[in-house]
């Protein structure tokens, strides 16, 4: 039995090569944020001078923006399941 999952526009589907760079890309970045943060000052010392900045905003605001671009990339190849193309 064959199934009536069909991509559209398969070629589409290679942008998430251009996702996974982003996905690392931001790694980084935020892996060295939380290195210049720490070589700046200690924990303590950060509560401080900062007392309202949070470690998750950055991580989640990461996320959302990486989730939307895969979203993106797999509804612009027109995926389609069983309907006729």
Do not use: C, Y
């Amino acid at each position: 039995m064959m199934s009536d999952f069909h991509f559209v526009h398969p070629a589409l589907l290679s942008l998430t090569w251009v996702v996974l760079a982003l996905v690392l890309v931001a790694a980084w970045a935020l892996a060295r944020r939380n290195r210049q943060l720490r070589r700046f000052a200690d924990e303590k010392v950060l509560d401080r001078i900062a007392p309202g900045a949070s470690r998750f905003r950055p991580v989640m605001k990461t996320a959302l923006i990486i989730s939307a671009l895969i979203a993106l990339v797999f509804a612009g190849d027109g995926s389609t399941l069983g309907r006729a193309i």
